[in-house]
């Protein structure tokens, strides 16, 4: 398997615009996990599903963040309207075990909001 | 929620040295503690885990200890090798209601091995 693929691998955008962060997990793996990572606040995670359905979305910062996972191959996390402060790289992450089951993590998507 | 610390940010050592990073967290339900080394510009990946019915655990150079009733755990690298070079995250699971659990990450531990 080619590990877990997000796209794009970096975004550069302008305060106001959408963003679409995507996100292949590894196959057979019914978890997906969409972290944030910053300088001050590391890792956070944002919202995970688990067969497809989001389990726990307490980690979205506001309103303007959205995620879907509409089969068990993709998912996106997107950015409506982006700000400066959602600068960061954002991580998607799967695994089978759940809590308690090592986390494959993509290469991650480098965001700037300008 | 579970609120893991990590201590310290950074850490400098000689190369050969032993490295010790520590890390505590808040929720005694907590039963799972992975480490995950970040190179610069890469994502994160595990390097080792404990449960809790363990104390301790090792593989080659690294190894993990548990204490439950302290709420603690450490990450421990002997003779360090410029390669270990890294960030370092320690984490730990916690039960958020309704069926939902979440793997919660320390801040990270800035490791630098001088050669």
């Known amino acids: 398997d080619a590990g877990v693929i997000q796209s794009p691998r970096h975004e550069v955008t302008e305060m106001g615009q959408e963003v679409t962060l995507r996100c292949k997990p590894i196959s057979g793996h019914d978890y997906l996990f969409w972290y944030r990572q910053t300088m001050m606040r590391g890792l956070e995670l944002l919202i995970y599903f688990n067969n497809n359905v989001p389990i726990d979305d307490s980690g979205m910062p506001e309103d303007r963040f959205s995620a879907k996972m509409p089969n068990a191959s993709f998912s996106t996390l997107k950015i409506q309207p982006s700000e400066p402060r959602d600068s960061a790289v954002y991580f998607c992450?799967?695994?089978?075990?759940?809590?308690?089951?090592?986390?494959?993590f993509g290469e991650g998507s480098r965001l700037t909001v300008l | 929620g579970e609120n893991v610390e990590q201590h310290p940010s950074t850490l400098s050592v000689q190369e050969g040295d032993s490295a010790v990073i520590k890390c505590t967290y808040s929720d005694s339900a907590s039963n799972y503690f992975p480490w995950y080394k970040q190179e610069l510009g890469k994502r994160p990946q595990l390097i080792i885990d404990i449960r809790s019915n363990v104390g301790e655990k090792k593989d080659q150079r690294i190894a993990v200890t548990l204490n439950k009733t302290a709420k603690h755990f450490s990450l421990h690298i002997t003779e360090t090798q410029p390669e270990d070079s890294a960030v370092y995250f320690c984490a730990a699971t916690s039960y958020s209601g309704a069926g939902s659990y979440q793997l919660t990450f320390g801040k990270g531990t800035k490791l630098s091995v001088i050669p």
């Open positions: 992450a799967s695994n089978s075990g759940g809590r308690t089951g090592e986390l494959f």
